[in-house]
């Protein structure tokens, strides 16, 4: 057999017990996002793909649209990597040991946050909407909130996710 350039796996020696027809590729239809997670006035957030909608067992992935002017407070999110993806508006992240650094993304661009990282989440637009696709590398809700303080304060609305617990839940 000719090298494609690609790695090919022996395929499993059977189909699991219910057949692949119900435990194969599993499509998540736009409208049937879970918003049954704790939401916080100014963003809205949806899981598409966890352990309790399809199994998933070492991602997560879901939306989160964050209103205008949502700041976090500094955080690492512990061995976990996270992957960001800007559908709509601006996003300005801060990282570092004092936040220093900094970066914007915009429409189409991915972000990476790599295991504790010490960062803060920003929509650097006072009147867009922040829509994002954001997959974690796994269905863990891990976030370390750090005694840094934050280059841009956190104001109006906090950015809350299940990684991101509401500042006012306590």
Known sequence: MPHDGHEHHDLPASAPEDGWKHSGVRVIPAGSFDTGTAQTQGMNRAAAINL????AQKIWAGTVHIHANAKTGAHHHGPLESVIYVIKG??????GEKLEFTA??????FIYV????PHQEINASSDETLECVLVRSDNEAVVVNLDIEPVEKPEDVAWVDPIHKDPAAG
Do not use: H, I, L, T
């Not at 309790?52 to 199994?55: E, F, I, T, Y």
């Not at 601006?90 to 990282?95: G, P």
């Open 52 to 55: 309790a909608r399809v199994g």
């Open 104 to 109: 914007e993304a915009g429409p189409g661009d």
């Open 90 to 95: 601006k996003a300005r992240m801060r990282w």
């Open 114 to 117: 790599p295991p504790f990282v």
